[in-house]
């Protein structure tokens, strides 16, 4: 469900520094060596971005689906293609299925989606700053 909050720079701000350490610490990793935790990173990387740009907005997603309908939301707001809002949905469902399942991802998903992956990244920094975050 989506709610309606007061706006929250500083947790925006939180939220962005802890994607940035997240980030640094997995570009330190053999990312190939390991694809399932890199999957899981990227992913914790892009949750804690969108959740800062909703925050700066004043919006919280909370309950069953938060993640699902937090993308679908960030993917609106920010115009993201079709195309990249499945990819977002689909790397959610990915890394539910390792944290309940012990799904592994092999290492041709990072080869492949590493770059796509990156310019989403990228692209959730500068709405952050364009925010004022």
Same mark, same amino acid.
């Not at 992913?43 to 969108?50: G, R």
């Not at 989403?120 to 925010?131: A, G, H, R, W, Y």
């Given at each position: 469900?989506?709610? $309606?909050?007061?706006?929250?720079?500083? $947790?925006? $701000?939180?939220? *962005?520094?802890?994607?940035?350490?997240?980030?640094?610490?997995?570009?330190?990793?053999?990312?190939? %060596?390991?694809?399932?935790?890199?999957?899981?990173?990227?992913?914790?990387?892009?949750?804690?971005?969108? /959740?800062?740009?909703?925050?700066?907005?004043?919006?919280?997603?909370?309950?069953?689906?938060?993640?699902?309908?937090?993308?679908?939301?960030?993917? *609106?707001?920010? =115009?993201?293609?079709? #195309?990249?809002?499945?990819?977002? #949905?689909?790397?959610?469902?990915?890394?539910?299925?390792?944290?309940? /399942?012990?799904?592994?991802?092999?290492? =041709?998903?990072? &080869?492949? &989606? #590493?770059? %796509?992956? *990156?310019?989403?990244? /990228? %692209?959730?920094?500068?709405?952050?700053?364009?925010?004022?975050?």
């Amino acid at each position: 469900m989506i709610l $309606k909050i007061s706006p929250d720079k500083q $947790k925006s $701000k939180s939220l *962005k520094i802890m994607a940035k350490i997240t980030l640094e610490r997995l570009e330190e990793t053999d990312m190939v %060596k390991y694809p399932t935790n890199t999957l899981t990173d990227y992913y914790d990387v892009i949750h804690k971005l969108m /959740e800062a740009l909703s925050m700066v907005n004043g919006i919280k997603a909370n309950g069953e689906g938060a993640h699902q309908e937090l993308t679908d939301y960030i993917a *609106k707001q920010y =115009n993201f293609d079709e #195309q990249t809002r499945q990819f977002l #949905q689909q790397m959610r469902i990915y890394r539910n299925r390792i944290s309940y /399942e012990g799904f592994m991802v092999h290492e =041709n998903y990072i &080869n492949l &989606n #590493q770059e %796509k992956i *990156k310019e989403i990244i /990228e %692209k959730l920094f500068d709405e952050l700053v364009l925010s004022g975050v």
